[in-house]
């Protein structure tokens, strides 16, 4: 028996566990570990303890993903952990290899101010390796709590085999390893039929559409490929969307802000996207700006269109209360459409309108950009828009509520 150890030992030495990302799971404190190894192993586990002398041992599942000639055995494992908590932890097998030690911190539950790194259509390897690099060096100093991706990821996670997928992951492990990093599709994640997507990443409910929360926001990701496709199972989607939106009371004292995300925008401006500026975007209005409206939904975050614009509070294409250009909402009495897909993707940013601006406009941001923003408490949440290279944001909006705005449907 020994000696077989020792052999098993032996095949495994090179094969360090790789692309080791977490996520957050359908309740707070539920964290989800995913990682890569080129060969199968006898155990999926993670061990994790609050100090290296407190381990503690939990166990999941791996499946083979193949694409054309490169092959992984990916490996996921859940564990249920104290919300805001800092741990030490390492991903692997319990016979043959563990990886280095990562630090995780797991995002807070109810009544904590929480901090929330966004993008959508980042491709490290080519125009988004300047955004990333910034990222890297400030993330920590940000305390950010998690990110969130909102489709188009790698440009694209499939190509070259997936070769390219794999640079991504790796290059993301050092924030995904130690932060949830939570996706949702864009148009490029369906070149391969969403193959790629589906076998790297696992979100609560499913990869499509789900929810989350932290500290005071309940988050919503929804799958807005389907919606411009109309596909067979939008009545399903849309279903879930309104059951998660039609929240009971004790939700919206846990969790007040109420930001839903996906990929494609509900309301821009953009020449090289006409398409999805246009028909596109009506098309998504028709078919839940209503529920949004209903059920008082703060923000809504996208990107597809590479550059940054954020809208007043707008409902229907008008302006409900103040506009402008001004960045202080109080009670809005609408929801604040933000496009974000300007980190750098895999070309240059879009050129930014300037004629017939219509007066839901209220910023816009054409070069390399990102998002942060923060949930301080139930009254006030705050985003930043930085611009890269620059120290400095573009763009900076306040919204503040009072009670009346959490009356009961």
């Known amino acids: 028996m020994i000696l077989l150890l020792l052999l098993i030992a032996r095949i495994f030495a090179n094969d360090i566990p790789e692309q080791v990302h977490v996520a957050v799971g359908a309740y707070p404190g539920l964290i989800q570990f995913t990682w890569s190894t080129r060969l199968s192993t ?13 381990l503690k041992y939990y166990y999941g599942t791996s499946n083979t993903f193949t694409n054309g000639t490169n ?19 390492q991903v692997g097998c319990i016979l043959t290899n563990f990886s280095q030690v990562f630090k995780l911190t797991v995002p807070p539950s109810t009544g904590s101010s929480s901090t929330y790194l966004i993008y ?7 125009d988004g390796n300047l955004s990333w690099t910034e990222i890297g060096n400030r993330w920590p100093q940000l305390n950010i709590d998690a990110v969130i991706h909102m489709g188009d990821i790698a440009y694209d ?11 991504f992951m790796n290059s993301i492990q050092p924030v995904a390893s130690s932060v949830p990093y939570m996706v949702c599709v864009g148009n490029h994640e369906g070149d391969d039929n969403y193959v790629n997507y589906l076998a790297r990443f696992a979100m609560p409910n499913n990869q499509f559409y789900y929810t989350w929360a932290s500290g005071y926001v309940r988050f919503l990701a929804i799958d807005t490929e389907t919606i411009v496709q109309q596909a067979s199972d939008l009545t399903e989607m849309i279903g879930y969307i309104q059951n998660v939106l039609n929240r009971t009371q004790a939700d919206k ?3 007040p802000w109420l930001v839903v995300y996906g990929h494609r925008p509900f309301y821009c401006l953009s020449t090289q996207k006409k398409k999805s500026c246009g028909s596109e975007s009506r098309l998504l209005q028709s078919t839940l700006e209503s529920l949004f409206y209903t059920y008082n939904v703060d923000l809504y975050v996208n990107g597809h269109v590479h550059n940054y614009e954020r809208t007043t509070p707008v409902y229907q294409e008008k302006v409900m209360g103040s ?28 050129d930014i309108d300037t004629q017939g601006v219509p007066s839901w406009l209220a910023a816009q941001d054409g070069n390399l950009s990102y998002s942060v923003f923060t949930a301080f408490n139930a009254t006030h949440l705050f985003w930043q828009q930085w611009e890269t290279g620059k120290n400095k944001t573009s763009d900076e909006f306040w919204i503040i509520k009072g009670s009346s705005a959490f009356a009961e449907q």
Not at 120 to 126: E, F, K, Q, R, T
Not at 331 to 346: K, Q, R, S, W
């Open 120 to 126: 959508a259509d980042l491709d490290i390897g080519l």
């Open 71 to 89: 092959s992984w055995v990916i490996h996921t494992a859940n564990a249920t952990l104290y919300p805001g908590a800092t741990y030490m932890y």
């Open 323 to 350: 506009g402008g250009s001004g960045n202080v909402y109080i009670d809005p009495l609408a929801t604040i459409y933000v496009t974000t897909g300007g980190i750098g993707a895999d070309g240059n940013n879009y």
């Open 42 to 54: 006898p155990t999926s586990a993670v061990r994790i303890g609050l100090n290296p002398s407190y």
């Open 157 to 167: 996670l499939s190509t070259d085999y997936g070769t390219w997928g794999d640079a």
């Open 253 to 255: 004292e846990a969790y």
